[in-house]
């Protein structure tokens, strides 16, 4: 109602003559009222009639009256165009459709400024102030307004979420972790995203340091293409300027020479810019997957940071190898040298024979393989080391995983964890929730207890139940696996058993080269020794692996990943 009130009032101290609000308004004896400008304007041509009348009513007035500016009127059009101004500026206040609305606000709701993580509720500037003053409330998480709050109460007990359960990956409120979740890994939501953070920090690690990788492998091939196109411009210098002595006599075959390098040329240089392509391609991946975990790790709510880091942290496997290989450009210096003895015998040469000169040499060999030896050293290896852990849906029913998801101890009597398509049930195995790629490093504590330690890695897709040559670790072609017994070890792969030779020791060191197909077992004491090497190809992602043998694991055995510095 008061809307269409000032709308009218506005219609009313409008200039009939300029239809915009008065502007030094006057008033006539009529009651009508005008711009002083334009009923002025207006008169000015009824000067030679001697007659001035009103624009609405058409009264006449006789003679010109005298204008006076009406006080009272301007500052009623003043006021009204303040309150216009005033109402255009709420407008921008105001939650639109896709804003974040006061939950505090009545009516019509303002923009939230801020939403509140205790109180689960969002608010606009004036009804946040009481967070700002009032001490206990100071103490409230306040983030960028939110639609998704109410993600954070447990629909079952009606409780604000502020525990997670790592046994079943989920964010549960106290009243679960006692109910439902009772005997599960949980703790708190901010010790887990503190944990995932520093994940993703190493993450970041990782991709900064393969762009750093790629970019300089970009600069190498740079390099040689540079080094191509100088071999390459300096042989057909030179081959022209020693045909000019036999120009009449072989023109044809220095037009041959020549358009022979050009060829050789174009096709290596493609080639190494098909990989320089390929390099900065994967570059901006890179770049691309760290602005997308640079914003998750800027994400204030825990729960939405934990939901969407799985699906954001997965890295993509490298494509590439991380260093170039360049042999040296020969083939351009015997076509030089190849001119030059024909320069030196061409009349003979023309007299009796015709030679063939062709482009002699090894294709240019430009590869992205890895030529950096398997480290030598603890400290070499220990620059790959990854903090691995293990994933909880994975879990054999009778292993036991403590130590923050990082050891399993075979128990005899079965585990809560919930059903789910990833658990091993035929054999007590379990993979690591991390997948594997590039170069890495992790270690193994184990205590055998009379039984069998599998040291494992495996490709995900590995059978879960079945025979044992489908889901055991070393039984299939998916999976290799050190065996560590108390007195001996033995290697398996695609159900074939190699004994293993060498110090015994409750420590084993596991060495993964993905894209050059290595994998290496260490026995770890005051000194290094390798048990045992694979060279083969991974066609998958590969994930670490623990297991106990169900037949000879007795109650107490276990195994550790360690933590490395």
Sequence with gaps: MAEKEVQLNRETISCSVCLDPLKDPVTLSCGHSYCMKCIKAHWDGEDEKRIYSCPQCRKTFTPRPVLEKSTMLAELVEGLKKI??????????????????????????????????????SFCEKHLQPHYDSPPLKKHKLVEPSKKLQENICSRHNEVKKMFCRTDQQSICYLCSVEEHKGHDTVSAAAERTERQRELEVSRQNIQQRIQDREKDVKLLQQQMEAINGSADKAVKDSEEMFTHIIHLIQK????????????????????????????????????????????????????????????????????????VIHSLRHFEEVTAAVSKLRDHLQDIVRDTWTNISLTGTQLDVSL??????????????????????????AHRKLLLSEGNRKITHTSRQQSYSDHPDRFTKRQQVLSRESLTGR??????????????????????????????????????????????????EFRYNNIRTYVSGPLSSRVGVYLDHSAGILSFYSISETMTLLHRVQTTFTQQIHAGLGVDSDFGGSGTSAELCKLK
């Excluded at 939650?95 to 109180?119: F, I, M, N, P, Q």
């Excluded at 493609?270 to 975990?293: N, P, W």
Aim: overall charge negative; charged content about 25%; aromatic content about 8%.
């Design 253 to 324: 075959t220095s037009r041959d020479v020549e358009q022979q390098i050009r060829s050789q040329q174009e096709t290596e240089v493609s080639g190494v810019k098909e990989l320089k392509e390929k390099l900065e391609q994967e570059i901006r991946d890179l770049k691309r997957k760290d602005a997308e975990l640079k914003q998750l790790s800027h994400t204030e709510d825990h729960n939405q940071f934990l939901h969407n880091y799985p699906s954001v942290s997965a890295l993509s496997e490298s494509t590439h190898s991380s260093c170039i």
């Design 84 to 121: 216009g101004l005033q109402d255009a500026a709420a407008d921008h206040c105001y939650a639109g459709d896709e804003d974040v609305s006061c939950d505090v606000c009545t009516g019509r709701k303002l923009k939230a400024s801020k939403s509140c993580l205790v109180c689960l509720a």
């Design 440 to 489: 890495c490093y992790w270690e193994v504590e184990w205590r055998a207890e009379g039984g069998e330690i599998l040291v494992s890695v495996a490709y995900k897709n590995i059978s879960r139940t079945g025979s044992w040559t489908e889901c055991v670790f070393g039984s299939n072609d998916k999976s290799w696996a050190l065996c560590c017994y108390q007195n001996s070890y």
């Design 369 to 394: 393989s890895d030529s950096q030896a398997e480290p030598k050293t603890r400290a070499g290896f220990l620059k790959y080391s990854r903090q691995i852990t293990l994933d909880p849906n994975t």
